[in-house]
Nanobody, 123 residues
Framework: QVQLVESGGGLVQAGGSLRLSCAASGRTFSRYTMAWFRQAPGKEREFVAAISWSGGTTFYADSVKGRFTISRNNAKNAVYLQMNSLKPEDTAVYYC????????????????WGQGTQVTVSS
């Protein structure tokens, strides 16, 4: 099993940047596909980005492609989401997720979730 703790959220103006971090427990972190999802008030949880266990494959939602970058450091048991050119519509709670299945955009494929970190982008 793996436990996930997100950090790095906050309030930022449109056009600004934030870097989210997700710290994972467990000795087998490098075996897990990692992903970021987000959920805005009144909306379903949606896929943002995912990265394979090796870091060699990444997926992005069309809405964040070219603005967000997912990365991981297996030696530090951590995954990151660099968010640039933020827009008000990026406002949501961002969740880190993990699973031992191959990389996927599907929320139900992920068995392990963090508690979430709030990102608010003001216009």
């Amino acid at each position: 099993q793996v436990q996930l703790v997100e950090s790095g959220g906050g309030l930022v103006q449109a056009g600004g940047s934030l870097r989210l971090s997700c710290a994972a427990s467990g000795r087998t972190f490098s075996r897990y596909t990692m992903a970021w999802f987000r959920q805005a008030p009144g909306k379903e949880r949606e896929f943002v980005a995912a990265i394979s266990w090796s870091g060699g494959t990444t997926f992005y939602a069309d809405s964040v492609k070219g603005r967000f970058t997912i990365s991981r450091n297996n030696a530090k048991n951590a995954v990151y989401l660099q968010m640039n050119s933020l827009k008000p519509e990026d406002t949501a709670v961002y969740y880190c997720a993990a699973d031992q299945s191959p990389i996927s955009r599907v929320v139900r494929r992920y068995d392990y979730w963090g508690q979430g970190t709030q990102v608010t982008v003001s216009s």
